[in-house]
């Protein structure tokens, strides 16, 4: 009974509210007075677009025309998918230090996490051709790179795995075509693709080259994500220390076994099942049979999810970010 006065409740607003609209369009409100209220109450800004920019210390050519429309086109996707955009800020505080680390350590440029942002927006995505994880590898890249993918165990959704194989297979395009806005369209269209319109277009710029539309959005969509995450207020996005998703505090365990099952193994380790699968994405089923004896680390929680929620709460900042 009591659920059925909610409903009727929430249906009487709705058609106090449809009919407020309508005396208000018939009570005199003219068209004009209707589009002043709409210059007064709602606002969409251009992005301001940067004189100079730089994408892994190469320089972007601002000045030509097709470069700022480019740039532009993909700054206003970015800046008006608000909610997307404010998630990727987020997720960011969690895995960027990491993937800054392993960049660092393989010699590729900190711009590169900005094409793991435009692969994935951070997370184990799925594509229709089937790439998988933060960096999008196919089955046969992934291989190719070091990364176990099988029924069981798909180390494309290993951040720290994926990134590692995501550098050797960066610098490799790297060497390949010689700047490293070749090589993030490389890794985008394929290098078998982009060194055959090397050969018919005769350059190896990639802001001189006419490329297909998914590429020839591909650095400034890279070039978009940096600008918005270096600068967020600048695009509208405010967010306070406390938004932010922290890292996961854990512990790491090998597992060498065979035939493990890993209900019981979670049990074992005091850790529910979930938690075992959100630290481990890469576990992809319910036994590791692990037939070749392989170790694996496996990451278990220091604390629960209630006790980590405390945590957060007690190290809240609630000044507002002004770079990511």
């Known amino acids: 009974m009591k659920h059925l006065s909610i409903v009727a409740l929430f249906v009487a607003l709705i058609a106090i509210a449809g009919e407020a609209f309508i005396l208000t369009r018939q009570t005199g409100n003219s ?9 007064n109450e709602y606002r ?27 740039l532009d086109r993909e700054l206003s996707s970015i800046m008006y998918q608000q909610v997307n955009t404010q998630l990727i800020m987020k997720r960011s505080a969690r895995f960027f230090p990491m993937i800054e680390e392993i960049l660092k350590k393989n010699g590729v440029p900190e711009d590169m996490k900005y094409l793991c942002v435009t692969e994935s927006m951070l997370t184990n995505a799925r594509s229709p051709a089937k790439a998988q994880g933060f960096w999008q590898f196919l089955e046969g890249t992934a291989k190719q ?45 394929g290098h078998n693709g982009l060194a055959r319109q090397i050969e018919e277009q005769s350059t190896n710029v990639y802001y001189d080259m006419y490329l297909n539309s998914e590429t020839s959005r591909y650095v400034y969509r890279i070039l978009a994500y940096k600008l918005i995450l270096q600068h967020p207020q600048d695009y509208g996005f405010t967010l306070r220390h406390c938004d932010l998703y922290p890292p996961i505090p854990y512990k790491t365990v090998t597992l060498s076994e065979k035939n493990v099952d890993l209900f019981e193994f979670a049990r074992r380790n005091n850790c529910s099942y979930k938690m ?49």
């Open 31 to 39: 068209d004009e007075e209707y589009r002043q209220a709409i210059r």
């Open 276 to 324: 075992l699968r959100i630290l481990n994405p890469w576990i992809v089923a319910d036994m590791l049979h692990n037939r070749e004896g392989k170790t694996y680390n496996i990451k278990l929680p220091v604390t629960n999810g209630t006790q980590m929620a405390v945590i957060t709460e007690g190290r809240k900042d609630t000044s507002l970010v002004e770079r990511i």
């Open 44 to 70: 969409v800004f251009a992005p301001v677009l940067p004189d100079t920019l730089m994408l892994a210390d190469e320089r972007v050519p601002m000045e030509i025309f097709y470069v700022r429309e480019g």
């Open 145 to 189: 790179f070091g990364l176990e993918v099988n029924s069981e165990v798909d180390m494309r959704n290993d951040v720290e795995a994926a990134t590692e194989a995501a550098c050797a297979y960066l610098n490799q395009l790297y060497q390949q075509f010689g700047s490293w806005s070749m090589a993030a369209a490389a890794y985008n269209r």
